[in-house]
């Protein structure tokens, strides 16, 4: 047995793993990684790995980034962590004040919690809060798109949409306003992803018209929803919603714990429709991809209805004991000046436009319904009918055919259901991009043929 099997066997005499359906692991061999560089993972027995999705999302500048790893090796000689009620520490200062300065124009408020769901679950909490400190205790409900997807602790669950995380645990969630959404995917021919998302904004408009009196806050992810298969809109949805949430008094918060930190093109999604929303929870690229770190940003606004005496019980209690935590938060400050002092937003331009590059072969492949590109997010649609766009029938789990196709070849793909995408790390070379379209070439080749 090698270092690989074995710690794949011991792994799997103890631990449970994340979205896994551990019986899976009967035939799928478990991965023990022993480090990583750059875009690439590597196991014990010298395989190499192409990260193709940032590790869910999270890593920017790639595995063992020299600039991350000296201001954490710094950090760790002064301050690990320490309580953040009555203390503070400078990493959380110096992070706060550059979140405020890079995030939209408002945005002036901080608060630290350690993953984007407990992120959300902030953000909804405040939301409601604030309307009961300002004496509107009946706006109790949320507003959220079809197809959305928030975390998974049981408020996050509640806000999203997606079946398969959502349904099992319906009669534990609270009940929300589930709107019809823009996700362009469903556009009539000759349709610009503009024209959808504005006809598909009636509906929003209309319940908020509806709901108003009842409603805090409507949660979004802006620009593409990432979990759920990777369904992208175009930015005046959010203009539009904006507006709306203006005229009715309702809460706008932009779940960005995905979409933040350049993934879209800009650093924040919502800069593409020059909006602030009430809310905005960041996590994942947060840190670059070190450590669980999240943060809802808010406005004075919303600060100031918290603060009063302590009598008044207004106060936002809400805490998590790592909250603040020093290493991620330098993790955090170190991420933000890679993206300062290396114009990543200006690199990942032509990025971007490998990235098309690579990809626009699959416009003609038989099986692909859809080649769609937000950003620095590119997802393909397998389908068993181009014609009619029927999907595969989940159970045949083509999606998984070409993951183990591409884990073969020394590319990790991670494909949602029938949706392969690339999210790499924004050092990804133009090589390595044309090596990752191949991959996935062929794997889709494989998987359709299966
Ligand atoms: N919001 C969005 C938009 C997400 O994509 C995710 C995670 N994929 C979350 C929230 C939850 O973040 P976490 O997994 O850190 O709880």
């Known amino acids: 047995m090698n270092i690989n099997q074995s710690l794949a066997q011991r792994d799997l005499a103890v631990l449970w793993h994340p979205c896994t359906q551990m019986h899976d692991h009967e035939t799928l061999p478990m991965i023990p990684i022993k480090k990583g560089r750059g875009v690439w993972l590597e196991d014990f027995e010298g395989n190499r790995y192409l990260d193709a999705v940032s590790s869910w999302w999270v890593n920017l500048f790639g595995h063992a980034n020299s600039h991350i790893n000296a201001a954490l090796k710094d950090q760790l000689d002064h301050l690990e962590h320490v309580i953040f ?17 890079v995030t939209p124009i408002g945005l002036t408020r901080c608060f630290y919690a350690d993953n984007g769901s407990a992120a959300v679950e902030v953000a909804l909490k405040m939301s409601f809060h604030y309307w009961r ?15 959305s997807y928030h975390g998974e602790t049981l408020g996050a669950l509640a806000v999203g949409n997606v079946p398969l995380y959502k349904e099992t645990y319906a009669p534990l969630l609270m009940d929300v306003i589930t709107v019809p959404g823009p996700d362009c995917y469903h556009r009539e021919v000759g349709e610009s992803w503009a024209e959808y998302s504005i006809r598909r904004f009636e509906l929003m408009e209309q319940t908020l018209q509806q709901h108003a009196d009842t409603v805090s806050a409507v949660i979004i992810e802006p620009l593409v929803q990432c979990a ?38 800009t650093l924040f999604a919502c800069e593409q429709a020059a909006i602030t929303p009430d809310f905005m929870c960041l996590s994942k690229g947060l840190t670059g991809g070190y450590l669980p770190l999240s943060a809802v940003m808010t406005t004075d606004v919303m600060y100031q209805a918290f603060y009063d005496d302590y009598v008044k019980l207004s106060a936002f209690l809400h805490s998590h004991s790592y909250t603040g935590n020093a290493l991620a938060c330098r993790a955090g400050v170190a991420t933000l000046e890679i993206f300062q002092q290396q114009g990543i937003i200006e690199k990942n331009r032509s990025l971007i436009q490998t990235m098309t590059k690579v990809a626009a072969r699959f416009h003609d492949h038989p099986h692909v319904a859809e080649v769609r590109q937000t950003g620095m997010i590119l997802a393909i649609e397998m389908v068993k009918n181009k014609a009619t766009r029927e ?3 989940w159970q045949e789990r083509r999606g998984i055919k070409v993951y183990q196709y591409a884990l073969s070849k020394g590319v990790l793909l991670r ?16 090589e390595e991009l044309i090596l990752l379209a191949e991959v996935a070439w062929q794997g889709i080749q494989h998987a359709v043929k299966a």
């Open 391 to 393: 999907p595969y029938p």
């Open 85 to 101: 009620a009555g203390f503070t520490h400078e990493s959380a200062i110096k992070l706060a004040e550059k979140l405020v300065e």
């Open 133 to 147: 400190n300002q004496g509107r205790p009946a706006k109790t409900k949320f507003i959220t798109l079809e197809n």
């Open 228 to 265: 759920g298969s990777m369904r992208m809109y175009d930015a005046v949805y959010l203009k539009l919603l904006r507006e709306a949430c203006d005229k009715y008094q309702v809460h706008l918060i932009a779940d960005e714990v995905a979409v933040g930190f350049g993934r879209t093109g």
């Open 415 to 430: 494909p949602l259901g029938n949706v392969v995408y690339f999210m790499p790390p924004y050092i990804i070379t133009e």
